[in-house]
């Protein structure tokens, strides 16, 4: 039942918003994930982000993308929460209190045994409009254990003013979303987040200079 309540919110709302609300600009999509288990690592700058990037995916394999959020935001309220988990399916990883670290992030290696692709925001939240902010190390605790696991880099340009932080008013707004080469493991924490903002970096410095890449037909 929840899947084809997925289906049908991403099919009647989501990707018609993003497709037409957003006039959406999509660079080298050729380079995703396509099946799990894989993880796809993205800037933060507004709620649209998760939506956005759910919407590359078809309709068919929306059950398997699967975004890692916090859980003291969308678990905060008995609606929000159920819509997060049921119709979005996120994966809830909670900010505070960090002690185990092998509990915080058992349920993303659970879903990547299903065959999932998860969708995680390095910089742990969002941050200013178009703007890339320090990366936090959690994504390295969670491939230190599959250092063979797709990690694809991407970057998205516009949505922090089609809905920046802080607004709940969308405002229709050319976006572009550029998609990067998978990035290999490191062992070095510090060297792999190094390496993953160097890739979103970047990946960013390319949006700001549109007329260097070819637009995906």
């Avoid at 700058?45 to 969308?74: C, E, G, W």
């Avoid at 929460?81 to 509990?103: H, T, V, Y």
Wanted: aromatic share 8%.
């Amino acid at each position: 039942m929840n899947r084809c309540l997925k289906i049908l919110f991403f099919a009647l709302l989501v990707k018609p918003m993003v497709l037409l609300g957003l006039g959406l600009n999509i660079f080298f999509k050729a380079r995703l994930p396509k099946a799990g288990p894989a993880m796809v690592v993205a800037n933060h700058n507004s709620h649209l982000d998760t939506l956005v990037l759910m919407s590359l995916y078809p309709l068919s394999q929306i059950h398997k993308i699967r975004p890692v959020a916090a859980a003291d935001y969308f678990l905060c309220h008995k609606v929000v929460a159920w819509f997060s988990l049921n119709i979005i399916g996120i994966i809830p990883i909670q900010r505070s209190n960090i002690r185990d670290k092998e509990a915080l992030f058992a349920e993303c290696h659970k879903a990547l045994d299903n065959g999932d692709i998860l969708l995680i925001f390095p910089e742990g939240s969002r941050g200013k409009p178009e703007a890339l902010s320090a990366l936090k190390r959690g994504i390295h605790h969670i491939i230190k254990q599959r250092p063979s696991l797709k990690v694809v880099p991407v970057m998205m340009h516009g949505l922090g003013r089609a809905l920046p932080k802080g607004e709940r008013v969308f405002v229709p707004f050319n976006c572009d979303v550029v998609i990067g080469e998978a990035i290999p493991f490191e062992e070095d924490a510090k060297q792999y987040i190094d390496s993953v903002y160097h890739s979103l970096n970047e990946l960013l410095a390319l949006c700001m200079t549109r007329q260097s890449i070819v637009l995906d037909e």
